[in-house]
C-alpha cells in the first residue's frame, strides 16, 4: 500500500526514516524537494515563493539550504557567462562553442527523475508523495547513513509546515531500533508510534497547526533574490573550496545534457595531459589551457612526486630531502639558501604539519580550477601511513628536462 493511502485523510505532517550506506551527493545541511511524478500545486508553490522559503529555512540557520532542482534549471539558462563558467568548471573537457541544447535540459531533467533515483537506492516501494529529503547528521549502528523524509500537506496548512519543519533541524536525540538482519534505522524518542510498512520503518511525526498568517504574500516575492541566488552561492563555494554536496550531481548531469553529442556519448573521465613550461608554469592544455598556479615551495613538492610515481611515505620524506631542495633551488628566484633549506627541512620533518599544508595547498590549486571529479586525478592523495601519490598516468606529463623523471642530480 502506498505511503499517502494510509495518511492521506489527516492534515498532519510525517518524517519518514530511511537508511542507506550512501549519502548519494548530499550532505547534512542539504533539503532537496522531492516528487514521484509533476505535481503542479507544489511546482507552482515553490516557484513562486522559493526565495521566501529559502529565508525561513536560513532563519533556523545559515548552513541549512533548499535545493529546488526547477530554480537551479532556471538560474542556469538564464546567464551564458554562468553557464560557460560551470562548464568549464564541472566538465573541463567540454567544448563550449558548441549549441547549447536548452530544450532538452528543460525536457530531460526533473525532480522526479532525481527522486526515483535516490528513492530507488533505499529500496523504498511507496509512491513518493511531495515532500523534502535531508541528509542528517546521524548513522545507525552498522555505520548507514540516516535519511529524513518529509511528507508535505496541501492548502491550508503548507506555510507553517515548512516553518514548523525548519526550526526542528536537527532533530531531536534518538535511539536506535532494530528492525532486522539487513535494516536498522534510529528513531525519535519523542516520536508518536513506529509502523513498519513495506520493510521501511516509518516515523510518524505529528504537527498541531492553526490557520497561520501568509508568510509568503506576493508583494515580497523578489525579497530575497540576490541573497539567495543559487549560482552564485555555488560559485562561492567553489571559491572557498567547500563542499557543494547534491549541487555537484545536480550540476554534472544537467551541464551533460548541455553539451553536444559526442561528449554526451563518450564514456570514463577525460583527463587532460599536464604540461609544465621552462618557467615553471603549471597547465592543463586540454581543459582550454587552464593553468594551475601554486607558490614555489609547494609546487617543488608536487614535482618531487610527479618524479616519483611509485609514491612517497610522509614519514620517509627525509630520505628525498636532498632532492626536494635541488628542485627548490631550480625553480626559485630565492637567493638565501639558508631560509629554503630550512623550509624543506621543516616540510620533511615527521614532527611538522608543514607537508600536510603544502598538500592542502596543492589540492586547493586543482580544485579551485577544475571540480574534483577531474582534480583528484593530478593533486597528491593516499591513505594515512601509506604512500602518496599522484595518479595521472605520466605518459600525460610533460616537465622541463631540468626537473623531468630522468634526470639525477648530484648532491
Not at 626559485?332 to 624543506?344: G, I, P, T
Not at 616540510?347 to 600536510?356: A, G
Request: neutral net charge.
Amino acid at each position: 500500500m502506498a505511503i499517502w493511502n494510509i495518511f492521506k485523510k489527516k492534515d498532519t505532517s510525517y518524517v519518514i526514516r530511511l537508511t542507506a550506506s550512501d549519502s548519494f551527493g548530499l550532505i547534512a545541511n542539504q533539503i532537496i524537494y522531492v516528487e514521484d511524478s509533476y505535481d503542479p500545486f507544489f511546482n507552482k508553490y515553490f516557484d513562486n515563493n522559493f526565495d521566501k522559503i529559502t529565508s525561513v529555512f536560513k532563519e533556523k540557520s545559515e548552513e541549512l539550504d533548499f535545493i529546488y532542482l526547477p530554480q537551479l534549471q532556471k538560474e542556469i539558462l538564464s546567464s551564458t557567462e554562468d553557464l560557460t563558467e560551470l562548464l568549464n568548471y564541472f566538465l573541463p573537457y567540454s567544448n563550449t562553442n558548441t549549441n547549447l541544447n536548452r530544450r532538452t535540459l528543460e525536457v530531460e531533467t526533473s525532480t522526479a527523475i532525481h527522486s526515483r533515483k535516490l528513492f530507488n537506492s533505499f529500496n523504498y516501494q511507496g509512491k513518493i508523495q511531495p515532500g523534502f529529503l535531508r541528509l542528517t547528521s546521524e548513522t545507525d549502528e552498522s555505520g548507514n547513513f540516516i535519511f529524513e523524509y518529509l511528507l508535505l500537506v496541501k492548502p491550508n496548512y503548507l506555510e507553517k509546515q515548512i516553518a514548523d519543519y525548519a526550526s526542528t533541524i536537527p532533530i531531536t536525540p534518538t535511539e536506535t531500533i532494530k528492525v532486522d538482519s539487513n535494516t536498522s534505522v534510529k528513531a525519535d524518542k519523542k516520536q508518536v508510534k513506529d509502523k513498519k510498512t513495506e520493510g521501511i520503518l516509518l516515523s510518524k511525526q505529528l504537527y498541531s497547526y492553526t490557520e497561520p498568517k501568509s508568510l509568503f504574500d506576493d508583494d515580497l516575492h523578489q525579497l530575497y533574490s540576490n541573497e539567495h541566488n543559487t549560482i552564485e552561492k555555488i560559485k562561492r563555494n567553489i571559491e572557498e573550496l567547500k563542499n557543494l554536496g547534491y549541487y555537484e550531481v545536480l550540476l554534472r548531469e544537467m551541464l551533460r545534457k548541455l553539451i553536444d553529442e559526442t561528449i554526451n556519448t563518450q564514456e570514463g573521465i577525460r583527463l587532460s595531459r599536464l604540461y609544465m613550461d621552462s618557467e615553471f608554469r603549471l597547465y592543463l592544455p586540454d581543459y582550454k589551457n587552464v593553468e594551475i598556479k601554486m607558490t614555489t615551495l609547494p609546487k617543488a613538492l608536487y614535482i618531487l612526486f610527479l618524479r616519483h610515481p611509485e609514491g612517497i611515505i610522509l614519514k620517509q620524506l627525509s630520505d628525498y630531502e636532498p632532492e626536494l631542495m635541488k628542485i627548490y633551488q631550480l625553480i626559485s628566484n630565492r637567493e638565501n639558501l639558508a631560509d629554503m633549506s630550512d623550509s624543506v627541512k621543516r616540510m620533511c620533518s615527521p614532527i611538522d604539519q608543514s607537508v600536510n599544508e603544502k598538500i592542502s595547498r596543492i589540492r586547493e590549486a586543482f580544485v579551485s580550477q577544475i571540480s574534483d571529479n577531474y582534480a583528484k586525478h593530478y593533486y597528491i592523495t593516499g591513505e594515512r601511513a601509506k604512500e602518496k601519490v599522484i595518479k595521472i598516468d605520466r605518459s600525460l606529463v610533460s616537465l622541463p628536462d631540468s626537473v623531468s623523471k630522468n634526470k639525477t642530480y648530484n648532491y
